[in-house]
């Protein structure tokens, strides 16, 4: 799973594998710092949808109809907001990933979806 964040975005691209682990439940991945300090994020299947940051950890809570719905579909993204305190947006993008349309080296793409632009890049 990849995380990006930027601002009041946080967008987070899923693999094939990672889809279907969502599917069932959970998926969560981790970076390490110095110090034994981890940030963790994670997405599960709820209720409804919700955003926490708690002691290292982003958890994000999406409709467990929604997950299935996307997650056997062709569709990209699931597309959620909510507000904050300060009357601003925090912006959850959850998506599949994709194959690079360039070779990228050390970038293992073999559990990504085909690029649905891969066949116009052909000569």
Same mark, same amino acid.
């Given at each position: 799973?990849?995380?990006?964040?930027?601002?009041?975005?946080? !967008? $987070? !691209?899923?693999? &094939?594998? %990672?889809?279907?682990? $969502?599917? %069932?439940?959970?998926?969560?991945?981790?970076? *390490?710092?110095?110090?034994?300090?981890?940030?963790?994020? /994670?997405?599960?299947?709820?209720? *409804?949808?919700?955003?926490?940051?708690?002691?290292?950890?982003?958890?994000?809570? $999406?409709?467990? #109809? &929604?997950? /299935?719905?996307?997650? #056997?579909?062709?569709?990209? @993204?699931?597309?959620?907001?909510? @507000?904050?305190? #300060? #009357?601003? &947006? $925090?912006?959850?993008?959850?998506?599949?990933?994709?194959?690079?349309?360039?070779? !990228?080296?050390?970038?293992? @793409?073999?559990?990504?979806?085909?690029?649905?632009? @891969?066949?116009?890049?052909?000569?």
């Amino acid at each position: 799973m990849k995380l990006r964040i930027k601002g009041n975005t946080i !967008r $987070l !691209r899923l693999t &094939q594998t %990672e889809v279907d682990k $969502l599917s %069932e439940g959970t998926v969560e991945d981790r970076t *390490q710092f110095p110090g034994g300090q981890s940030l963790v994020y /994670k997405i599960q299947t709820a209720v *409804q949808f919700q955003v926490d940051f708690t002691n290292g950890t982003v958890l994000i809570s $999406l409709p467990t #109809n &929604q997950i /299935k719905d996307w997650a #056997n579909s062709d569709k990209v @993204e699931i597309a959620n907001s909510i @507000e904050l305190e #300060n #009357n601003e &947006q $925090l912006e959850i993008s959850i998506e599949k990933d994709f194959k690079c349309l360039t070779e !990228r080296p050390k970038e293992d @793409e073999s559990d990504m979806y085909p690029n649905p632009l @891969e066949k116009h890049s052909k000569c």
